[in-house]
Nanobody, 116 residues
Framework: QVQLVESGGGLVQAGGSLSLSCVASGTISRINALGWYRQAPGKQRELVATIFSRGSTNYGATVKGRFTISRDDAKNTVYLQMSSLKPEDTAVYFC??????????WGQGTQVTVSS
């Protein structure tokens, strides 16, 4: 089992920055990738960013160039640094962990609200 706990969401003005953190615990060795999805009201969940165990990253098209994902393996933590935030970035952000066997674990989500 893997547990994921997010923190760092909140309210920010458009153009501002915000950082999210996700701490993983449990059977961490099973995890191949950590990352973030988001879901806005009435919309499907969409990929924000992923970072793989060897450090490679992948970003959703709408956040590329504005968001940065990183990880600290010593702290079992993945971070999402968000800058140049737009109102359309408003969503619940979910941390996820993907195992080598193809199973996904999810955090409870943290709200990010960007005001115009």
């Amino acid at each position: 089992q893997v547990q994921l706990v997010e923190s760092g969401g909140g309210l920010v003005q458009a153009g501002g920055s915000l950082s999210l953190s996700c701490v993983a615990s449990g059977t961490i060795s099973r995890i191949n990738a950590l990352g973030w999805y988001r879901q806005a009201p009435g919309k499907q969940r969409e990929l924000v960013a992923t970072i793989f165990s060897r450090g490679s990253t992948n970003y959703g098209a709408t956040v590329k160039g504005r968001f940065t994902i990183s990880r600290d393996d010593a702290k079992n933590t993945v971070y999402l640094q968000m800058s140049s935030l737009k109102p359309e970035d408003t969503a619940v952000y979910f941390c996820y962990g993907h195992t080598y066997s193809g199973f996904a674990y999810w955090g409870q989500g943290t709200q990010v609200t960007v005001s115009s």
